[in-house]
């Protein structure tokens, strides 16, 4: 190996698709849906279905295809994360809001993927490789209750020894992507409920909740800061009845009485990926921000030299190129983590590192711009104060900044969990 | 395809480099801050590890090919150690690197050889006094005159420049580029001044340097009639002092990691607190982002590609990195952070100059 930052043109091809989409379709909507929150967006939707439908056939066949002892095994790093990251990044640019309302499994896929057995991940995820409706999956962790420290859960299930159904009592929140699993598609939500309160993280265990479940009930659509055209809502459920086969896992992730915290690990290994993912849709719109507020300097007669020393540049000039510094600094931190793992190495390290740093860096670089660009930035007329609401969300969802900063901290000084809290 | 792992042959560089950073350097680096002093001894030991003949073809009497991400790997390393003792073995790559780059065939054939053997001091001159300095806009000199060239004007902050043989001096010439050439430090014209007291880098000697008619033969233009490109030899000037910058906030960063893993108040260590504990995930952030952003930059130059807009922001953000994961190395030692013998303090005072340092460094 040699050190690179060679993106195969294969993802670069991809990634103009995806900013032709980005810009064709989701920019002209991005306004419209911001002010209208609650209005679903409708072109982004239909022209990514069939995309990511045909790109989730693809990997969920590949995923349970039996093992061919004749086909030889590729050689190398895979591309499969970066094309997301490229995806995500531009899908983002954008419009953050509208990428969260892509249809596919997201992070019930992740899930169910890290811990179903074959049997689950063919039953449950065939959905979003077939058919000409869109569909969601949806993940249900966070409760009133239960923010950060995801053990302190309140949500039970419990087993009905006639039924032999699951049933299921609590209060789920922040669920992005949830109305439209449950109301609007033949999806469904991963729940995080406990079994076992006494048991701790041991007692917690993933269900999968099909659409339209009796007892299964949408209390709430959020009105949020920014990415308003993404769906987060309330479910509450009240006796939701469970078939017994839609507990995630093998039996050791089944079991109770062994103490075993493996779906609970399940769970946290899959932010590995999705902890860089959302970092590069942090990217997007970071960078949404900073082509803007250049294209305006630029009409106003200001360009950004980077060979002049620091007393020849205006505050503005050395504001964006702090700008394009703390960007550029997140976007090798999250590549790093991305390529990792492409080559099938661990990054939870570096993972959190890039969340923890694109989070920060984009959250600082929209609101700058909107600094810069004035009563301009200010006025709704243009998208920079909506950038500035949208990336706010990044230090805050799939673990806070200083979540971030911890497992960071955790990693670099080999604590544990309890040595480190 | 991308990839974060070295080569083989970078790794054991590497190594080599940290065993000397760890066994010869770190040991003198206290010493050689207060006495303005690095033993010669362990210069000789750095410059036997061949960074430089390494890097230059065997036809000039070296073993290898420049690469700049070879030499910011090597670069953070030394750092790493000490930066006024990486800064001094280095400094021969002032000369070496711009001559390999744009020399004449002639040059080459006269200079590099002399890469190949013993260490001995060479040294540019870029920097000028006073406030307010731009490398685009030098007031040093270099007018045509009866078939040579005429250098006048003021330098500082010249590494070596009292015992330095050749010294490769920046000037603004008639069309407004800048131009580079080579000077014997006994030419008449020369006047090297005492020695400069800085805040940081102590270890090495710099010193202000006139210029003052000094007469320079059209041979000793470097690149002769074609001269230089010198945004690309600052590009590889920012790389390399951004990629020192990042060994000297790892340094700081990983004594702050180790003391408060040992230091004790409340009956804990302190880095059981998440106040301390995010300074250190922090500096880990930032060490971590300057470097691939070095690395970035590094990569494009190899590959010959444009990379002014790398350079640059690898450096602004590697010196400022570099300033804040230090400061907070010192924040963790609290009271002992601010005495002397510990060294969290030396690499502050070091970490400030990466703003500010010009001509400093090449890989």
């Not at chain 1, 479940?213 to 009240?238: L, W, Y």
């Not at chain 1, 706010?392 to 969802?397: A, G, K, L, S």
Request: hydrophobic content about 45%; glycine content about 8%.
């Amino acid at each position: 190996m040699a050190i690179s930052f060679e993106i195969p043109e294969r993802v670069v091809q991809e990634q103009q698709m995806a900013m032709a989409l980005a810009q064709g379709v989701m920019r002209p909507q991005a306004r419209r849906l911001d002010e209208d929150e609650h209005a679903r967006p409708v072109d982004f939707i239909q022209m990514i279905w069939p995309v990511l439908r045909d790109q989730q056939k693809r990997q969920l066949d590949k995923l349970l295809a039996p093992p061919d002892p004749n086909k030889p095994k590729r050689e190398g790093p895979g591309i499969t994360y970066l094309r997301m990251m490229v995806q995500v990044e531009a899908l983002s640019w954008g419009d953050a809001g509208q990428y969260l309302c892509m249809p596919s499994a997201l992070l019930a896929g992740s899930a169910i993927e890290a811990v179903g057995t074959p049997e689950q991940k063919e039953r449950f995820l065939r959905r979003f490789a077939e058919g000409d409706d869109p569909k969601w999956g949806a993940m249900a962790m966070t409760e009133p209750n239960a923010g950060s420290d995801t053990k302190a859960i309140e949500t039970t299930a419990v087993l009905d020894p006639e039924t032999r159904e699951w049933v299921l009592n609590g209060e789920k929140i922040f669920i992005t992507g949830g109305g439209l699993a449950l109301n609007e598609s033949n999806g469904l939500v991963v729940v995080w409920a406990t079994v076992d309160k006494s048991a701790g993280r041991a007692g917690m265990k993933p269900f999968v909740v099909e659409a339209r479940t009796p007892g299964v009930i949408v209390t709430k659509a959020e009105i949020k800061h920014g990415i308003r055209a993404s769906d987060t809502v309330a479910v509450s459920f009240q006796n939701a009845r469970i078939p017994y086969d839609h507990l995630l896992g093998d039996p050791e992730v089944r079991a109770i009485d062994e103490g075993g915290t493996k779906g609970f690990k399940g769970a946290m290994a899959t932010f590995d990926a999705s902890r860089p993912l959302v970092a590069a849709g942090a990217l997007g719109v970071g960078r949404a921000a900073l082509e803007f507020v250049r294209e305006k300097l630029i009409e106003a007669g200001i360009d950004i030299p980077y060979d002049r020393p620091y007393h020849k540049l205006s505050a503005i000039q050395r504001d964006v190129l702090e700008m394009e510094a703390q960007l550029k600094a997140a976007y090798l931190l999250t590549l790093r983590a991305i390529s990792l793992l492409d080559h099938g190495q661990r990054n939870s390290l570096e993972a959190s590192m890039a969340k923890a740093k694109a989070g920060k860096a984009v959250t600082w670089v929209t609101q700058k711009a909107v600094e810069i660009l004035g009563m301009m930035g200010y006025n709704r007329e243009w998208l920079a104060e909506k950038w500035m609401r949208d990336a706010r969300i990044n230090d805050i969802y799939e673990g806070t900044g200083q979540i971030n900063l911890l497992i960071v901290a955790r990693r670099i000084l080999d604590y544990s969990s309890r040595e480190l809290n | 395809m991308v990839s974060f792992t070295p080569t083989d042959e970078q790794r054991m560089l590497v190594e080599a480099i940290h065993r000397y950073a760890e066994l010869d350097v770190r040991p003198i680096a206290h010493e050689a801050d207060e006495a303005a002093s690095i033993p010669d001894a362990v210069i000789r030991t750095g410059w036997e590890i061949g960074l430089i003949p390494a890097s230059l073809p065997e036809e000039y009497g070296g073993f290898g090919q420049r690469e700049a991400l070879t030499g910011v790997l090597a670069a953070e390393e030394l750092a790493w150690g000490d930066l006024a003792v990486a800064l001094k073995v280095m400094a021969p790559a002032l000369v070496a690197y711009p001559v390999l780059m744009f020399g004449t065939e002639a040059q080459k054939r006269d200079l590099l050889p002399r890469f190949c053997e013993d260490y001995s001091p060479m040294t540019a001159a870029l920097t000028e006094p006073g406030l307010f300095f731009d490398p685009l806009a030098m007031q040093t000199t270099a007018t045509a005159e009866d078939g040579q060239f005429v250098l006048n004007g003021a330098k500082a902050n010249v590494p070596l420049a009292a015992e330095a043989e050749t010294i490769l001096v920046y000037a603004r010439e008639a069309g407004g580029e800048v131009g580079a050439y080579l000077v014997d430090r006994q030419q008449a014209g020369i006047a090297v001044g005492e020695r400069e007291k800085l805040m940081g880098i102590r270890g090495l000697e710099t010193y202000p340097l006139t210029l003052d008619g000094v007469r320079v033969d059209q041979a000793r233009r470097l690149g002769g009639e074609a001269g230089i490109r010198f945004g690309l030899i600052q590009n590889y000037a920012h790389v390399a002092l951004a990629a020192l910058a990042v060994g000297v906030a790892r340094a700081s960063a990983e004594y702050a990691r180790a003391y408060a893993k040992q230091r004790v108040q409340f009956g804990v260590p302190i880095a059981t607190k998440q106040a301390i504990a995010f300074m250190l995930a922090e500096a880990a952030i930032e060490v971590d982002a300057a470097r691939l952003m070095v690395w970035e930059a590094a990569w494009k130059l190899d590959q010959g590609q444009e990379a002014t807009r790398e350079a640059t922001l690898a450096r602004q953000y590697a010196a400022n990195a570099a300033l804040t994961v230090t400061d907070a190395g010192v924040q963790t030692l609290g009271g002992y952070g601010f005495i002397r013998e510990y060294p969290v303090e030396r690499w502050l005072r070091n970490a400030r100059g990466f703003a500010m340092f010009s001509g400093l460094a090449m890989v």
